[in-house]
């Protein structure tokens, strides 16, 4: 148990047996009245924000959230096996928990996996990941000035867009969070 005093960016909580985060909060001590705590709170399985106000004080519960490095082993059907880099223990994610992740992992990906009372909540990916392109349009003779990009497919399977210059066989950085071109890899 903590109170809303004791509140940061990036805590826990759980409220009503369900979990959020703490996106953002402010503590508000207006001329008249008691003070309060005006939070923004982000629900860890859905992702859905919400706008919370508590009074100042107040006990709210902590969420322990175990982060532990992982390693993405293979897919077996539907979900996922990634080991503990410390443990060597297998763990089996769904699909649904590994979400929008799962199109920028490899075998031998390193990943965090969180963890709340054994059940694994989120699958998170370093900012980029280097893969390698497995098909894409040759570009065109003089498309290069123009800044112009064309489709790729990645060796994950999906498309993402790349500059005419690009080739295929080449090593690209994609951006996990919104599957960008970031650059050649080294």
Request: net charge negative; aromatic share 8%.
């Amino acid at each position: 148990m903590a109170t809303t005093n004791d509140l940061k960016n990036g805590m826990t909580l759980d409220i009503d047996g369900q979990l959020w985060t703490v996106v953002e909060f402010q503590h508000v001590k207006p001329g008249k009245g008691p003070a309060f705590v005006r939070t923004k709170l982000k629900q860890v399985l859905s992702g859905k924000v919400v706008d919370k106000t508590f009074n100042a004080g107040v006990k709210v519960e902590v969420a322990i959230l175990e982060k532990r490095e992982m390693n993405f082993l293979y897919k077996e059907g539907s979900d996922f096996v990634f080991m503990d880099n410390v443990s060597f223990d297998q763990m089996t994610i769904s699909a649904d928990t590994v979400g929008d992740a799962a199109n920028y992992m490899l075998e031998n990906t390193e990943a965090i996996v969180a963890i709340h009372e054994g059940n694994p909540l989120y699958v998170e990916l370093p900012a980029s990941v280097a893969l390698k392109i497995t098909y894409t349009e040759p570009g065109l003779q003089g498309d290069r000035s123009s800044g112009g990009t064309k489709p790729a497919t990645v060796e994950t399977g999906i498309q993402i867009q790349v500059p005419l210059f690009i080739k295929q066989d080449e090593v690209v950085l994609v951006d996990t969070r919104d599957g960008s071109y970031l650059g050649r890899a080294n």
